[in-house]
């Protein structure tokens, strides 16, 4: 049996990063350990780490704001609004798991894995498919 976090992370759609570290920092009553722009989803991110700060897997908050107006999050912002943008799980294989996910009709978004703003393989898993939730695949590190 697996005993690593089902959840690796919650990501939460921003329109002004700085603006939105200023109060999860409040909130969570502590600062962001990673701040990171990722170019190729053109979307700059904070993260949150629960605990002891960046030790282990799980208990992570993200906070994403798009660097520009026409990425997956500016979009998704531009269409619903700020809040909720998607529920990371953990894998072990997420080339695998892309391929079962397909095979049993699921549309993926990504056709490869790519690498995340922590350096892990991830792939995103389409809402349709997902009871209206987009999902992120994320390789576990153990």
Request: aromatic content about 4%; some cysteine; proline content about 6%.
């Amino acid at each position: 049996m697996n005993s690593r976090p089902l959840i690796s992370h919650i990501g939460i759609a921003v329109s002004d990063l700085e603006e939105a570290v200023r109060k999860y920092e409040v909130l969570i009553g502590r600062k962001p350990f990673l701040t990171k722009e990722v170019p190729d989803q053109k979307v700059k991110v904070a993260i949150f780490y629960s605990g002891k700060e960046g030790a282990g897997q799980g208990d992570r908050l993200e906070l994403l704001a798009p660097t520009g107006p026409e990425g997956p999050v500016a979009k998704f912002i531009k269409k619903r609004g700020e809040g909720l943008h998607h529920i990371c799980l953990y894998v072990d294989d997420v080339k695998a798991s892309m391929a079962a996910l397909k095979a049993v009709g699921l549309q993926l978004i990504d056709e490869s894995p790519r690498i995340g703003a922590e350096g892990s393989r991830i792939a995103f898993v389409h809402p349709g498919g997902t009871n209206g939730v987009l999902i992120e695949l994320e390789e576990s590190a153990d």
